[in-house]
Antibody, heavy 120, light 107 residues
Framework: EVQLVESGGGLVQPGGSLRLSCAVS????????LEWVRQAPGKGLEWIGR??????????EYAASVKGRFTMLRDDSRNSLYLQMSSLKTEDTAVYYC???????????WGQGTLVTVSS | DIQMTQSPSSLSASVGDRVTITCRAS??????LGWYQQKPGKAPKRLIY???SLQSGVPSRFSGSGSGTEFTLTISSLQPEDFATYYC?????????FGQGTRLEIK
């Protein structure tokens, strides 16, 4: 069974940093693209980044709203994707979801999300 | 960026009704579109990929169509569990973008 489990959310002050984790199971971690998508309270879905697969050197793509502040990293030994977030703003407050490649037949599964609150 | 515009933004319907939601892309995206259902407090669930292919395990009352710039999601006979918010997503080019959502409510 495919599973994606996010963790690491919490309360952080503006300007601070936080690292989210997405632990996956049920598929070969290195073979698949992975996405980060967020949802501000009461708002719609916003794609914020993609980590390509190992064949594509795990190269990332970022939305303009987070580029230069957020970084995605992978750890093959832990089957985990990380989202390192820095220079956080109040508008980064959201539930952050990890998802398996939204563009393929085999993908489209999502984790349950983790809430990040940026507030003083 | 490609803008995805859904209509309507909200919709009231009854159990058994046929419902259609439209998603328009600001430029052509071939068939690189998916449809997602989200219930309150839950993660989105993919219903349709490649514009018209039904995700495994999704009831056949859901169907998708379209290519290029105009797409539709149809629910042939609404069931109580279908009341939720629906989103389209394009993955033809970066940044990947979502529609603003369509909230489907019980009449």
């Amino acid at each position: 069974e495919v599973q994606l489990v996010e963790s690491g959310g919490g309360l952080v002050q503006p300007g601070g940093s936080l690292r989210l984790s997405c632990a996956v199971s049920g598929f070969t971690f290195s073979d698949h693209y992975l996405e980060w998508v967020r949802q501000a309270p009461g708002k719609g879905l916003e794609w914020i980044g993609r980590s390509r697969n190992k064949v594509n050197n795990y190269t990332p793509e970022y939305a303009a709203s987070v580029k230069g502040r957020f970084t995605m990293l992978r750890d093959d030994s832990r089957n985990s994707l990380y989202l390192q977030m820095s220079s956080l703003k109040t508008e980064d407050t959201a539930v952050y979801y990890c998802a398996r490649d939204v563009s393929t037949i085999s993908g489209g599964q999502w984790g349950q999300g983790t809430l990040v609150t940026v507030s003083s | 960026d490609i803008q995805m515009t859904q209509s309507p933004s909200s919709l009231s319907a009854s159990v058994g009704d046929r419902v259609t939601i439209t998603c328009r892309a600001s430029q052509g995206i071939r068939n690189n579109l998916g449809w997602y259902q989200q219930k309150p407090g839950k993660a989105p669930k993919r219903l349709i990929y490649a514009a018209s292919s039904l995700q495994s395990g999704v009831p056949s009352r859901f169907s998708g169509s379209g290519s290029g710039t105009e797409f539709t999601l149809t629910i042939s006979s609404l069931q109580p569990e279908d009341f939720a918010t629906y989103y389209c997503l394009q993955h033809n080019e970066y940044p990947i973008t979502f529609g603003q959502g369509t909230r489907l409510e019980i009449k």
